[in-house]
């Protein structure tokens, strides 16, 4: 019984394509290709039921880390002499990545058919990002690709290790939170009740604050479900309106701000816009095609919007600090720092200093909002657990008095 395939290959003039075809196995789908002159690139056989796949989470996704993997692996590589292709042959059988193994070997395939390395890098602009495929292309341009591939391993490297510090500042808390409203709901659900019905029998007027505990408890216990679909679909359309355009820019907007928060998250991208422009300048790239690149790797729309601003004015020929100032998203010390690197014509080495200021900066705040976490976390159990024990306790004291 015939069965239906989905492939991507490449035919006779190197261009890809995709499609379905009917076969009754893989093998005959490879021919049927194979016929047509067509390179394989991959061949999938398609489910005739339900296929939930696309509703579950890409296990097999590439992340920021394997792209300073796979650059760290091949820098050393081609500084050692090796060539290109084989180079990636060898990071092929050393990265764990299943995808990146597969998206490894098919880019030694087309570099093998005549194809650059930047051409094939742009065949999965979902992996690697656009200053990854610049910057290479400027390696291939200049001979000087040993070089920029160990600048993007640093560069990947430098990520990866801010990443971890913001989801180490940020998991403490996060866990704190669950814990507490987890408490806070067996508190409500489990153990009020039974004192509950314990008082309904005193005869005396309960505390307001037993009263209110009490009424918050039944709500819980008699809507609990209700309560939890509510907070479903809140969190689904928020998430949902936030990978808008709009709602990515509101959310962006609302983080930058929160007290310290948003000042973080203000620091890293600037951090990031002025090592990653800085970088590209000493490459050789302009400035105007450097601010395309940036655009997507701030990380905050609001930062990226100026900058989207500011790369449009500086086509007709304003400098580049101006519309940055005026967007007001920009700090003053930023902002005299590149008019700095404008008159004196060093602007690749102003960004660098700002780049290490704002990176001091970051770790700096980061270390201080830990500080100041940790004990707010701990006053907010304290303060959620402490009211339903003196919800609790209360009574039994007016309790005791009735008995004596």
């Known amino acids: 019984m015939a069965q239906e395939f989905k492939y991507e290959a490449r035919n006779k003039k190197g261009e890809r394509v995709s499609g379905t075809l009917k076969a009754e196995t893989e093998d005959d789908a490879a021919r049927q290709l194979q016929n047509r002159d067509c390179y394989i690139v991959s061949i999938k056989k398609l489910s005739s039921g339900l296929d939930f796949s696309k509703y579950m989470p890409d296990l097999r996704r590439t992340t920021i880390s394997d792209i300073a993997v796979f650059s760290r692996q091949l820098s050393v590589l081609v500084s050692a002499g090796f060539p290109l292709i084989e180079a990636l042959e060898l990071v092929s059988e050393q990265i764990d990545n299943k995808k990146m193994i597969e998206i490894t070997r098919e880019l030694v395939s087309m570099i093998e058919r005549g194809e650059s390395f930047y051409d094939a890098l742009g065949e999965y602009p979902d992996v690697f990002p656009d200053l990854f495929r610049e910057m290479i292309k400027i390696g291939e341009t200049s001979g000087k690709l040993e070089s920029i591939l160990l600048k993007l391993s640093q560069k990947y490297e430098d990520e990866m290790e801010l990443r971890s510090k913001i ?222 024990l003196l919800a609790i306790l209360m009574p039994m004291f007016t309790m005791f008095e009735i008995i004596v």
């Not at 820019?249 to 991208?269: A, N, Q």
């Not at 609001?302 to 920009?330: C, H, M, T, Y």
């Not at 200093?353 to 707010?376: C, F, G, H, M, Q």
């Open 167 to 388: 989801k180490s500042a940020l998991t403490y808390p996060i866990l704190v939170v669950v814990v507490a409203v987890l408490v806070f709901i067996f508190l409500l659900t489990n153990v009020v009740p039974v004192f509950a019905n314990m008082f309904s029998g005193l005869g005396a007027e309960l505390p307001l604050i037993t009263q209110i505990v009490l009424q918050v408890s039944d709500f819980v216990a008699d809507n609990w479900w209700i309560i939890t679909l509510v907070f479903l679909s809140l969190f689904l359309i928020l998430s949902g309106y936030f990978k808008t355009p709009r709602g990515k820019y509101v959310k962006d907007y609302i983080v930058l701000k929160i007290p310290m928060v948003g000042g973080l998250f203000r620091k890293i991208g600037i951090n990031r816009f002025a090592s990653t422009l800085a970088l590209l300048g000493q490459s050789g790239v302009s400035l105007y095609d450097s601010l395309r690149v940036i655009e997507d790797l701030i990380g905050n729309t609001v930062l990226a919007s100026a900058i989207i601003d500011a790369r449009a004015q500086l086509r007709e020929g304003v400098n580049i600090s101006l519309p940055l100032k005026e967007s007001g998203e920009f700090p003053e010390f930023f902002i005299n720092m590149l008019v700095m690197g404008e008159e004196t014509g060093a602007i690749d080495d102003m960004l660098l200093k700002a780049a290490d200021v704002y990176e001091y900066e970051v770790n700096d705040t980061i270390e201080s909002l830990v500080s100041l976490v940790e004990p707010l976390m701990i006053i907010m159990i304290a303060i959620v657990v402490g009211v339903i």
